[in-house]
């Protein structure tokens, strides 16, 4: 079947004879003249129906959002002002669609959250929402470049795993023949053991599974974790490379699709780089000037960080995270070790990446571990990667959704996932 999508027609002189494919977004039957608003991935356009009886016919039987293919003839100069116009010679209904829609593709008011997610398929032919996962796709496909160009190889993990790698109550168990295992929560161990394999570079794109029981717009029990590892790197290596990465990143979005999201309400700000950097210490100078108290070895809140965020412009870096509030993994600063080489990316109160450079001594790896209340002997696999020749490393990882929602300013991190899973929702 040769086909043409609406798009290309912008390239067309006006008078060929073509065939087209796509949803039937609207039927209009006047009494002259018979209209369908076609709707491709690409566009809309019109295609008018003439005194053809037969088609006319066709047309009439028609419900909206049926699939179906026209062939016609592209009018250059047609009365459509705001899409192209096809007088339509053939129409075939390649499968129809059923009817009452539970939603309406161009309907004005908005279908509830439910209703939308429930029939995640249709509110996703909105090109409002379609868009954002060419947009997401584009983002990707910028760091992917860029990754692959800086030397890093991409690789696959095991996503059923036997130890938790991000706090024990956050993790999913799955029955794993006669064991029981886990859903990943992050690539870290495997990634980290990488390096000690001789993979010097590595990134990965997979997802990444978190029990949560929270119900925001900013958490997701499964989503898309960016994860890299560089041996013979430091923290501020590891920060550097994902400055670069957000940045190539947007910069990709808004070559490709800079103005089409325009078109849609949506405006790409490529950052600026380097991003501030701000120390702990310094976040909690700020909440103090604001009369909040706070204890010295706590996490920030989203309440804290939207303090000081609103101080912020951008994406900005909070470093020298205390040793509590970070993993095992994390190294400790040389000169007080009440701190460690960590960061944090943030973009206002939302978090988008944590990183840091890593423990790579086994013996100190052992400590930690039971420092943090873990078993060293569930992790034996990963700490005797450590034993024969481990490079000092450091590396990062990213939400995909999380950068998505702030490159396209979208309040909601379910809007910028297919099919989300949350607190509520496994389903479709
Ligand atoms: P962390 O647990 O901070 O670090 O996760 C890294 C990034 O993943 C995203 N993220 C989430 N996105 C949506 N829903 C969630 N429930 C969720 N949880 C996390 C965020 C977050 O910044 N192993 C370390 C990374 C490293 O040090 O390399 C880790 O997983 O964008």
């Not at 026209?70 to 059923?98: M, Q, R, V, Y």
């Not at 990465?245 to 808004?254: D, K, S, W």
Request: glycine share 8%; proline share 5%; aromatic share 10%.
């Amino acid at each position: 079947m040769s086909r043409i999508s609406i798009a290309d027609l912008g390239d067309l002189k006006g008078g060929e004879n073509i065939t087209i494919s796509g949803w039937a977004q609207e039927i209009k039957i006047l009494k002259s003249v018979t209209f369908i608003i076609l709707r491709d991935s690409t566009g809309v356009c019109q295609v008018t129906i003439k005194g053809e009886p037969n088609l006319i016919e066709k047309a009439s039987t028609l419900t909206r959002e049926s699939v179906i293919m026209i062939t016609g003839t592209f009018k250059k100069d047609g009365i459509s002002k705001s899409a192209p116009e096809i007088a339509c010679t053939g129409l075939t209904l390649l499968n129809p669609a059923g009817t009452p829609l539970p939603l309406g593709i161009t309907d004005p008011v908005e279908a509830d959250f439910e209703t939308r997610f429930n029939n995640r398929i249709l509110d996703l032919r909105k090109p409002k929402n379609n868009i954002i996962f060419r947009a997401k796709s584009s983002i990707l496909w910028g760091i992917r470049k860029l990754m692959t160009d800086e030397g890093f190889v991409e690789v696959q993990t095991p996503k059923i795993v036997s130890s938790a790698t991000e706090g024990g109550a956050e993790v999913f168990r799955v029955k794993y023949h006669e064991k029981d295992a886990f859903l990943n929560q992050s690539p870290q161990l495997y990634k980290e053991m990488l390096i000690s394999a001789g993979i010097p570079k590595v990134f990965e794109v997979g997802p990444a599974f978190r029990a949560e029981e929270h119900n925001t717009n900013r958490h997701l029990n499964e989503f898309t974790s960016i994860d890299i590892e560089m041996a013979f790197s430091n923290d501020d290596d590891a920060m550097q490379m994902l400055e670069l990465c957000v940045y190539q990143g947007i910069t990709e979005l808004m070559d490709k699709m800079g103005k089409e999201l325009e078109t849609l309400g949506y405006k790409i700000v490529v950052p600026k780089k380097p991003f501030p950097r701000m120390e702990y210490t310094e976040g909690i100078k700020i909440l103090e000037e604001n009369n909040v108290k706070f204890n010295f070895g706590d996490d920030f809140s989203s309440e804290h960080l939207k303090i000081i965020g609103s101080k912020m412009d951008g994406f900005y870096f909070i470093t020298g995270w205390p040793e509590q509030v970070r993993p095992f993994y994390t190294m400790q600063r040389d000169d007080d070790q009440r701190f460690t080489k960590s960061f944090d990316l943030q973009y206002k109160e939302l978090e988008i990446t944590s990183g840091a450079q890593r423990v790579h001594d086994p013996n100190v790896l052992i400590k930690r571990l039971k420092e943090k209340g873990l078993n060293p002997e569930n992790f034996e696999y990963y700490v005797s990667a450590f034993r024969y020749g481990m490079p000092p490393h450091a590396g990062w990882g990213l939400g995909l959704e999380r950068l998505t929602q702030i490159a396209l300013n979208i309040h909601n991190i379910r809007e910028v996932t297919l099919f989300p899973r949350d607190r509520t929702r496994v389903t479709p």
